[in-house]
Every structure is written in structure tokens, then in C-alpha cells.
């Protein structure tokens, strides 16, 4: 039995109907991305739900592969499968197909369904890959900062600029209402950075493993004891951006906020003063160059005494007086 015209026009307007909803709702998401990056760029959306706004190139990319390749093709599947579903409850009911089919399967139909995956996935490859091929792809870095996961603190180090390691830990409830900045992101001491730079980020970890999670950066690296990983970012803009531990970690893995604080070189310059650290780099290679003459000079009077020294090679003259003894032989007779 056939589907009767008015199950058909009912099927249709209802097709019609979800896809004008889904496609509305997806554009009005799009619309309003923007908006919502001027109110809260750097930090968590409270009921958002698209990417947080970038703040760097990669984050750029990111964007671009999410809603240019990813989002049409995942909307085009759901409305696919959902109108599939839709027409084979209302085609093949029991009111509608009183006497079911009897074949069991449909060659062309399988070979559909198992190519056109494929073709799918390696179509979106070729766009993942160019992404991750950028994430490994670091410019010459203008900074390098350590960053070593603590259970449950980060600590930051600048080892080109001389600045020790310090902690940074959790800004407590009370402090951070005070300062009106967000209770469990912001930091005690955040990691500064200038902007405009490439800054390369060398992760590791003291205990367990921990992660390091910039959404606005687009970065999430894993911090693993006894291994480094690096990453790199280069903010676009000044500001405070929030990021957070992304591998559980144990009882207080909430509560491992990390601030980064973007600012100016001349903010920056003084931030590393203030920190007793120097912008010129503390090369300790030519201090052995200068000390090889010093000890050359050194060298050369030992060898002057050494030769006055009865274990010295001049020492075989001076021991050959013994002869003498010889015409004191012949006056004993």
C-alpha cells in the first residue's frame, strides 16, 4: 500500500517545518557569536554554547574548521538520518504497510552507506591535517615559559629572562569577589606574556598528569611527569585570558585556574624587572672561553717550577757531582 497524498503533503510540511527551524536556530547561534565575544573574550560563556572568541591564530583555524567544514557536514548528516527516520515511521508503519517486505538486504544501498562515509572522512582529513600540521609548525619563539603541573598549582618559569620558578595557585573565594574577577579562573600569579610574540610553552609535570587548556588560544597539551611537550601561541590582543587543567587530576583538580595576562613589551619589560630578571638573555658559554687563557698562564710557570723540583726531568744533572768521588780512591792507597 501506498502513502496517501495527505500522509505525503503532511510528511513534507513537517520536513520542511524542522529544516527552516534547525537552519533558523543555526544561523541565529552564528549571528550571535559575535556578541557575545565582545562581552566575554578570554573567559567561559555562562549558558553559551558556541567556541569561545579566538584570541590567536590557531584559534582562528580552529574556528574556521568548526564551522566551515565540521558544523554543514554534522547538520547535513542529523537532517539526513532525521528525515530517514521520519519517513520510515510514517512510510513503513503497520497502518501504512500492513504486509512487510520480505527482502533482507540491498547491495547498492550497501555500498552507499560504506563509500560515502569514507569519502566523508577523508574529505574532512585533508582539512584536519592541514590544522594540526599548524599546531607543530612553531615560528622562530620570541619567549620561551616553562610551565610544570603541580598537584594543584601550576609554576611558571622564564628561563631565558632569568626569572625563577614561582607558583601560582587558586585565587581564594574572598579575594577574588574583591578584585571582581571570576571565582575558580582567576589566579594568583598569572603567566604574562607581550602580545604579538611567539611565545613557546614547554609542558611538563611533577606528579600526575595534568593538561593545559587555553580555549581562546585554541590550545590544549597534555603535562606529563618526566616528558616535555610543547606548544605555542601568539596572542592578537591585550587582555586576561582564562584556561583551566583538562585532565583529572585528583581531589582539587577544579581548582587549577590558569590566568594568562597579555600585555605591552614596555608592560612586559617591567614585569620581568620586577621579577628580578633581565630582557637580555644570561649566556653563561663565553665565561670558560675567557678562564682557557688564565689558565694557560697558569700552566706555564708551574712547568718553570717543576724544573727546579728534584721530581722534575733536570733534576738527573744535578745529581751527577758523583764522579767526584773518584780520585778519592786512589788517595785512600
Known sequence: MGMGKRARGTLKGAA???SSIVLGAGLAMFAAAPTWAQDLMGQPTPGGIDLQPAAAPLKHDAIWFHNIILMPIITAITLLVLGLLAWIAIRYNKKSNPTPARWSHNTAVEIVWTVLPVVILVFISLFSFRLLFAYHDMPSPDLTVKVTGNQWNWAYEYPDQGVAEYISNMLP????KAKGVPYRLAATEPMVVPV???VQLVITASDVIHAVALPAFGLKTDAVPGR???TWFKAERTGVFYGQCSELCGVDHAFMPLEIRVVTQAQFEQWIA????S???KVAEPAPAAAAPAAATAETPAAGEAAATPEAGATAP???PVPAAAPAAPAAQ
Open 274 to 277: 620586577s621579577k628580578g630578571g
Open 196 to 198: 604579538g610574540k611567539t
Open 16 to 18: 520542511t517545518g524542522a
Open 318 to 320: 744535578a745529581a751527577q
Open 228 to 230: 616535555i611537550n610543547t
Open 279 to 281: 630582557m637580555t638573555p
Open 173 to 176: 573565594e574572598e579575594e577574588a
